[in-house]
């Protein structure tokens, strides 16, 4: 199964903005889609962001909307999400999941595997 690796997390100000990749170690995604989730101090672990690989198709949180983009390479190896904008409520552990799925309306990991997470930090 592919593991997905995270990066590019940091500190940057409020309006900022950050670029997280998401890397497929040991081969390359091979699911329907492959998404973005966060977790912040507190709460509990919600979604930010999925690509479709098939038609390049994505989808945001209304949190997000406006704000981020989501893009994989065409060699299916990485995923990129593009942060700009940010606020202090965007503070928060970022993780990629492999292969991410709607169920009952909702995008789920459940099926996919974990990255380790990614720290990002807004400061006001």
């Known amino acids: 199964q592919v593991q997905p690796v995270e990066s590019g997390g940091g500190l940057v100000q409020t309006g900022g903005s950050l670029r997280l990749s998401c890397a497929a170690s040991g081969g390359t995604f091979t699911s329907r889609a492959t998404g973005w989730f966060r977790r912040a101090p507190g709460k509990e672990r919600e979604f930010v962001a999925a690509l479709g690989w098939s038609a390049g198709s994505a989808d945001f949180a209304d949190s997000v909307k406006g704000r981020f983009t989501i893009s994989g390479d065409n060699a299916k190896k990485t995923v990129y999400l593009q942060m700009n904008s940010l606020k202090p409520e965007d503070t928060a552990v970022y993780y990629c999941?492999?292969?991410?799925?709607?169920?009952?309306?909702?995008?789920?990991?459940?099926?996919?595997?974990w990255g380790q997470g990614t720290q990002v930090t807004v400061s006001s």
């Open positions: 999941n492999a292969d991410v799925a709607l169920m009952g309306g909702m995008w789920s990991g459940a099926f996919g595997s």
